[in-house]
């Protein structure tokens, strides 16, 4: 899939909210798949720094669409579970998550996703997830 194409499925199918993030499709080459989030005051907590919560929804969107882009097209997932961890203070103009399919399945994908920020490449968090396949 091209990154357009995910782009238009982010667009059709995801909540109002999810498209308040302003996710960016950057690239999507077998089964890795990078979004961009820019940080906004929207995402800050005390701090300034990114909240815990957007960085969650990052990487679950990421990972979601990095599981239609393995499949090809658009289907119908479920998140069973997302397991994140926390690394360091997330700063800067934007947030990259890069995300990719550890294992599909007919029934359950698993993905592991890395986020660091644009500017200094350091890496503020990891997440790992499973999916299913609802369709």
Request: glycine residues 8%; negative net charge.
């Amino acid at each position: 899939m091209t990154p357009d194409a995910l782009h238009r499925i982010l667009a059709e199918n995801f909540a109002p909210w999810v498209q308040a993030l302003d996710l960016e499709v950057v690239s999507c080459e077998g089964s890795r798949t990078v979004i961009r989030m820019p940080n906004s005051p929207n995402l800050a907590r005390v701090g300034g720094i990114v909240s815990g919560q957007a960085l969650m929804a990052l990487a679950d969107t990421a990972m979601v669409l990095g599981a239609m882009a393995h499949a090809g097209q658009m289907v119908p997932l479920a998140t069973t579970d997302l397991n994140t961890q926390f690394l360091r203070a997330a700063s800067g103009p934007a947030i990259l998550c890069t995300a990719e399919v550890v294992k599909p399945g007919r029934a359950l994908t698993f993905s592991r996703a890395e986020m660091t920020e644009e500017d200094s490449g350091k890496l503020v968090a990891t997440a790992t997830a499973s999916f299913f396949l609802a369709g």
